[in-house]
């Protein structure tokens, strides 16, 4: 079998058994990924020589017998992740000269384990986007249908993925930004507790909801990923201390008598019918493996796009005051004076929906507005997780679809932002709650992959995973490659 | 709610934003479409629910001691400045 095809499991178990090196595989990756650049554009930055010298490294550690569970398997960051001395821009044009002078936390990690990145995915400016077409550097494609969007924000790691450029992509999520682009492109997007991941050096959107993760091939290949990128980081302060535990290793285990809590509110109106019969097949095979079905209820749910579209932006505009033209990023030519500087660096450096959630965090923030929204979605924000929290009482986990369809046409929701907002409507409440979620192919619709979607209790990234993976172990639905990648 | 073109100005005034003649009307529009559809929160009681502060119940914000962990690295992050001279960054005259 090709080996792209492989899963990144069973490529480092290759790696470490000499089958092959690291130097090939990275050569056959870099290939893959520059004669589908033209096609995807889901990549921002390559890095061939450094992905080269990392790959002679991971050979050399796996010669001397020093190979850790993922030394010499390549994979991309997306661009939101700062790498020292490379280019690090967002998706966006106030970045585009930014050079990080250090490493995220992640990147760190993940350097230590010995993987060897090759290069920075497209993403939708800022994160924020649920389609990839925000970005700066033109919109990633959809592998399975090149008129598609990839979903976003991370919709160059997924669809990296999906078209098995890279085996494993880092990622994050705001309000869904690793699960849907995972969902429309047919791979396993992973999102972390709430401060499971570190935030240092990854380039802040909305601090009480953004939370890094991956997007892989399947369950088996995340769980590896996290075990390297999960763990307590004294410089992000909302980082949690407690134990890593080897993912990997804990998968495989029975699903017999897993409550499973099916969420009444994820199956409303806007959820396409043809999507829906594929999440309902997929909740058979659960029932097969011996986990229990319950119908549950989350009332406040409904509210959990308005509350993110009050909080999420206010946190952005906040975060985003760092861009002012002086310290770092786009600056404007010939400033009159400071405010103009300001005004211009900013205008000219931010995209429409930039600006446009710039604008709506500033709204809901200013004097005389701050109780009536931002206030109030703290409110119904607490009401939302105490809707899960309730529900984690009666059920191990929560199943429903990821996205209410599949994938939509490049262009068809960025005239009107609420349509493509709603894009979110299931993956959301994970965000404002704090909760790990998994999304996981589960068959397709008209030819594009659907998603089906695992919620978790705090902290509980291992059931999540080891539920996915007895499904993967069922299915083969995560093995399928779009025909224009194969 | 129809926020008026002087609101929007306003608001990118406050954002430190500048836009052009094309952009007001286009974020007139969306930005009170998106405040209509953030009134749906109305809706939900919460008289007597504490605002979120933080997604994990029961955490805080962690704090440390406060001793300088971090080594000076100005040169090193001012690569990444449009100006600077002698350590400083620069900026157009702000007093006259």
């Known amino acids: 079998m090709s080996l792209y095809k492989q899963t990144l499991a069973e490529l480092a178990a290759g790696l470490r058994a000499r089958k092959f090196s690291s130097v090939e595989l990275t050569q056959l990756y870099l290939a893959r990924i520059d004669a589908h650049a033209g096609t995807l554009n889901a990549f921002i930055t390559v890095t061939h020589e450094s992905a080269l010298a990392s790959a ?54 993940l350097k230590d384990a ?13 994160a924020m986007g649920s389609s990839s077409e925000t970005s700066y550097y033109g919109p990633v494609k959809n592998p399975w249908n090149t008129k598609l969007v990839p979903g976003g924000s991370s919709g160059g790691s997924a669809a990296a993925v999906a078209a098995r450029l890279v085996p494993a992509a880092t990622a994050t999520d705001t309000g869904g930004s690793i699960r849907q682009p995972a969902a429309l492109c047919g791979v396993t997007g992973l999102k972390p507790t709430y401060g499971r991941v570190s935030r240092y050096g990854m380039v802040a959107f909305a601090s009480s909801l953004d939370q890094g993760g991956v997007i892989a091939a399947s369950a088996e290949d995340a769980a590896l990923m996290l075990t390297a990128m999960a763990g307590f980081d004294p410089r992000d302060s909302t980082s949690v201390d407690t134990a890593v535990p080897d993912y990997a290793a804990l998968l495989g285990k029975p699903l017999a008598g897993l409550r499973v809590g099916i969420v009444k509110e994820f199956f409303d109106a806007g959820l396409d019918a043809q999507n829906a019969r594929r999440i309902h097949e997929a909740l058979a095979v659960y029932t097969k493996l011996g986990a229990t079905l319950k ?10 796009v308005p509350t993110y579209y009050v909080v999420a932006p206010a946190e952005c505009s906040s975060n985003l005051a760092r861009y002012d033209g002086v310290r770092f990023g786009h600056r404007c030519s010939a400033p009159r004076d400071l405010q103009d500087l300001y005004r211009r660096s900013r205008g000219e450096g931010f995209g429409a929906e930039v600006k446009r959630r710039v604008m709506t965090g500033t709204y809901v923030l200013s004097a005389g507005y701050y109780d009536a929204y931002y206030l109030k979605a703290q409110k119904v924000r607490q009401l939302i997780a105490k809707d899960f929290r309730d529900a984690f009482v009666e059920v191990d986990m929560l199943m429903g679809p990821t996205t209410p369809t599949p994938a939509f046409a490049i262009g068809a929701k960025m005239a009107d932002p609420i349509t493509m907002y709603l894009n979110d409507i299931y993956t959301i409440g994970a965000n404002l709650a704090g909760l790990p979620a998994i999304s996981i192919p589960c068959g397709f619709v008209t030819d594009l992959p659907v998603g089906l979607q695992l919620v978790g209790p705090h902290f509980a990234e291992s059931a999540i995973l080891n539920a996915a993976h007895a499904y993967q172990r069922e299915t083969d639905w995560h093995r399928l490659i779009p025909q224009g990648s194969a | 709610m129809a926020l008026t073109r002087a609101a929007i100005e ?31 929160l109305d809706r939900a009681a919460t008289n007597d629910v504490t605002p979120m502060a933080h997604p994990l119940a029961g955490l805080s914000q962690r704090l440390r001691a406060d001793i300088v962990t971090e080594e000076d690295a100005h040169e090193r992050y001012q690569q990444n400045a449009p100006q600077v001279a002698a350590g400083l960054y620069l900026v157009p005259k702000v007093i006259e």
Not at chain 1, 114 to 126: A, H, I, P, Q, S
């Open chain 1, 56 to 109: 002679r490294a991971a050979d050399a550690s796996l010669a001397a017998g020093r190979g850790g569970a993922l030394t010499g398997v390549p994979f991309a960051h997306k661009d939101i992740f700062c790498t020292a001395g490379l280019r690090t821009t967002c998706g966006s044009r106030m970045l585009d000269q930014f050079v990080s002078p250090y490493d995220a936390t992640v990147v760190a990690k």
């Open chain 1, 114 to 126: 010995g993987t060897v990145m090759l290069g920075k995915t497209n993403m939708d400016e800022f």
């Open chain 1, 295 to 304: 119908d549950v209820s989350l009332p406040n749910l409904p509210l959990s």
């Open chain 2, 10 to 40: 306003s608001i990118a005034k406050l954002a430190r934003l500048e836009l052009n003649e094309t952009e007001i009307p286009v974020y007139q529009d969306s930005l009170s479409a998106i405040l209509d559809f953030v009134g749906e």
